[in-house]
């Protein structure tokens, strides 16, 4: 059995409006995914619900991680066995740091899985954070500011990416919304799930556009369109989406 599963997965918003339709998912170690379709297909809803954000109902179906079921839990939960969704904490956070959230996040999971306070020694937390740092290029003083206040889209990504390694999830879901991401963020992003993904940790990377995959190579592609997985393959369906795009699946489903 896979790390992550979704078996005929329905999720609706809060009004009762079906968006995604049944979705049959398996995410392993070691493995990219990417799930590609097009805009208002349901792509953030299924990655929302992944999460467990209280704004999207699960009405059939369910979600299991490391074969527990995963489906009701709240989204501390989920992240404390080792489930990350890159978007988790895209807005401003005023008056928290970059160093202090990140080191409150590692800590609270460190907490959840030896059930009591264990909080990660400074320095190690420290010497790693600025390794990280420095590996995906965020100036030091990055780390003093607060949370995406102000920040760029390219600094947002790149620290998104920045708690992906700190925290060291075991399955990571991308949510690639920000289509106005400069290549050289593209590329951060890209080189991050690359880098971790191994025998800790698989990645499902949702996406509209094809770009970001010209710097990660999927193992495998679904295509998404309408709440559903209409086609799957190799990294060479991302390519055939690229040259025809949507249309043909599009039409196929109205
Ligand atoms: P995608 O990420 O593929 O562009 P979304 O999941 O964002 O698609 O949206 C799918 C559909 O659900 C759209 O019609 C969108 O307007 C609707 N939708 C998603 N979230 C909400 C929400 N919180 N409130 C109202 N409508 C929503
Ligand atoms: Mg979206």
């Known amino acids: 059995m896979a790390l992550l599963e979704l078996q005929n997965l329905h999720v609706a918003l809060e009004d009762g409006t079906e968006i995604v339709k049944g979705v049959d998912l398996a995410v392993d170690r070691n493995e990219v995914h990417a799930v590609m379709g097009p805009n208002g297909s349901g792509k953030s809803t299924l990655a929302y619900s992944l999460m467990g954000h209280p704004g999207y109902q699960i009405t059939e179906g369910q979600i299991l991680f490391d ?14 066995r080792g489930l990350f969704l890159a978007f988790q904490y895209p807005h401003a956070v005023p008056g928290v740091t970059v160093t202090s959230f990140m080191r409150s996040a590692i800590n609270a999971i460190r907490k959840a899985r030896a059930g009591e306070d264990d909080p990660v020694p400074i320095k190690d937390f420290r010497t790693e954070m600025l390794a990280q740092m420095e590996k995906l290029r965020i100036p030091r003083e990055l780390a003093q500011r607060y949370l995406n206040d102000g920040f760029s889209g390219g600094e947002k990504k790149r620290v998104e990416i920045l708690q992906m390694a700190m925290l060291k999830p075991r399955i990571a879901v991308l949510d690639e919304t920000d289509s106005g991401l400069d290549i050289d963020a593209l590329r951060v992003v890209a080189d991050g799930v690359q880098d971790l993904v191994g025998p800790e940790m698989g990645a499902l990377v949702i996406t509209h556009y ?5 710097h990660i190579t999927p193992d495998f592609v679904h295509v998404f369109v309408d709440g559903r ?3 799957e393959g190799g990294p060479e369906l991302a390519h055939k989406l690229e040259a025809e795009g949507y249309k043909p699946y599009e039409e196929a489903v109205a």
């Open 229 to 231: 997985i209409v086609e």
């Open 210 to 214: 094809q770009r970001i995959l010209n």
């Open 67 to 80: 074969g527990e079921d995963v489906t009701e839990l709240a989204a501390d939960e989920r992240a404390q």
